[in-house]
């Protein structure tokens, strides 16, 4: 079949029909109606002449020629995908665009970008303070860092251990409790409540008493000599991840940060 009779509409609506298994959820998702999608299968089916679902009690099924033709599809809009974010305005491969929770990027991101940037001329960061990850087309996203319990929907890869810390000031403080909001539970009262990690770690340097902070956020702190840690290291739910959707995971100047950030 020739390019220009590609019946991408229905090659469209084919893949979320399939991912869905339903032609209303799949309606919801392309913003038409039901109706609407199984006129483009009807229409698929026959150009192909081939059966892409079943109706069966359960609802529907992928017939085998379905099955056999879904990756390389989706493979191909995701080429597809990549095409275009290469011809978008802004995406320079000398600009990337990275959001990150304020203390993390203080205490570890900064440093390492700059590192980067020093071995990368014209290279520029767009850094955006962000806890909850922003919808990366809308905030025209290159890169997320979060802590989280798992990766989520994107792609990712995890920084570190998955280690908490108790650390207080260098030369000791009160066995005090400072909070915030990613700190484990805990009924012992709280001295003082900040707002993020790296205010916790603060707070303890000042002497405030002691935060559980995740390992990660405490290392140049730690390092340094200006918070000393306090028992042994907790396992812990809880980790930093770089994220992005697979288009943006599959730029070049994406894997290239990537592997600096991870080395």
Known sequence: MKRTHLP?????????????????????????????????????EDLLGVVLFRRTPKGLELTPETE?????????????????????AGQSSSALTIAAPRDITAKWLQPR?????ASQPGLTFSLV????????????LDLALRLSDRVGEHEGVKLGE???????????????????PGCPSDDQPATIRVADGGLA???AATGFGRASVPLLLAEADLTAGRIRQVGDSVPSPLSYWLIAPL???????????????TQ
């Open 201 to 203: 770690i603060e707070a």
């Open 162 to 180: 998955s280690l908490f810390v108790t650390v207080e000031a260098a030369n000791g403080g009160p066995d005090q409790r400072i909070e915030w």
């Open 113 to 117: 970008l700059a590192a980067y940037a």
């Open 247 to 261: 288009p943006q995971w599959r730029q070049k100047k994406v894997k290239a940060l990537v592997e600096a950030l």
């Open 8 to 44: 991408l509409n229905g090659l469209r609506v084919l893949d979320a029909a399939a991912r869905h298994l339903s032609f209303t959820r799949a309606a919801d998702e392309l913003a038409v109606t039901p109706a609407a999608v199984g006129q483009q299968i009807r229409a698929l």
């Open 68 to 88: 056999g033709g879904l990756d390389a599809l989706r493979a191909g809009f995701l080429e597809f995908e990549e095409a275009v974010r290469a011809m978008q």
């Open 129 to 140: 303070a962000a806890d909850d990850i922003l919808d990366f087309t809308e905030a025209n």
